[in-house]
């Protein structure tokens, strides 16, 4: 895969890394965006209109994101505004991809004096309206030195909510089955016998729970293989079971 990169100054003397990605909503499955005339916002914004609303002056900024199957070649860019969503600078990738290839492209840009806000974009060389862009790894960090994706902190956090959840509610799913089949042998046993359709009746009830704790021990095992999981919150979880 290759790579385009563009830095304000060609020797960078101060080194910044960032590694914290600041755009929600990126993932490492291939998307599909359209190009109209010669520019795509697949994050949000537009040529006059920002998307990210926390710039601080005088801060590097690196945007980083991977495409494929362009039949042009491409470029991409980071735009800040002032106040007045007026763009004040604009900076884009040093070189082109070429056509049809899966590349990353990144850029580099300083906030300057007035920007309080910014826009990134995907860009042809010519005009095609109607152009598909394939994207993924969507990233926007501070520094000048651009670091590998990651989810963003609210990303992450949602993807642990929903692994702790999943685990939760196979959990609950257990006790819930574990509760009926305690009810039903109650009531077969009031006559002191247990038939065979109650004997069916039972294995059934078992064999569901069996179920049911497997579904839910691949729950917990799930959450305890993310990698965003750690600390007190895994511990507590880890307790829980």
Do not use: C
Not at 71 to 99: C, M
Not at 135 to 158: I, M, V
Not at 167 to 186: C, F
Request: aromatic share 10%; charged share 25%.
């Amino acid at each position: 895969m290759k790579a385009s990169k563009y830095t304000d100054d060609t020797a960078v003397e101060n080194l910044q890394i960032g590694g914290v990605n600041l755009l929600d909503g990126t993932s490492d499955d291939w998307k599909i965006t359209n190009i109209v005339n010669t520019w795509s916002y697949p994050y949000g914004g537009s040529t006059f209109s920002p998307m990210y609303s926390d710039v601080k002056e005088g801060t590097y900024y690196t945007f980083s994101v991977e495409v494929k199957d362009i039949p042009l070649r491409t470029k991409t860019y980071i735009r800040f505004f002032d106040s007045n969503n007026q763009v004040i600078s604009n900076h884009g990738s040093e070189e082109w991809t070429e056509a049809n290839t899966e590349s990353l492209l990144y850029t580099t840009g300083k906030a300057p004096t007035g920007a309080v806000s910014l826009v990134l974009s995907i860009a042809i060389e010519s005009i095609a309206p109607n152009t598909t862009v394939y994207y993924r790894k969507g990233q926007l960090e501070t520094g000048n030195k651009r670091t590998d994706w990651d989810l963003s902190a609210k990303d992450r956090q949602a993807k642990i909510d929903q692994a702790k959840q999943e685990a939760l509610n196979a959990a609950n799913n257990v006790q819930t089955n574990v509760n009926s089949l305690s009810s039903y042998v109650d009531g077969a046993f009031k006559d002191g016998v247990i038939d065979e359709a109650e004997a069916k009746a039972i294995e059934k009830y078992k064999n569901t729970i069996n179920e049911a704790m497997a579904k839910a021990e691949a729950s917990f095992a799930k959450v305890f293989a993310n990698t965003y999981l750690e600390g007190a919150a895994k511990t507590a979880l880890e307790n829980a079971k």
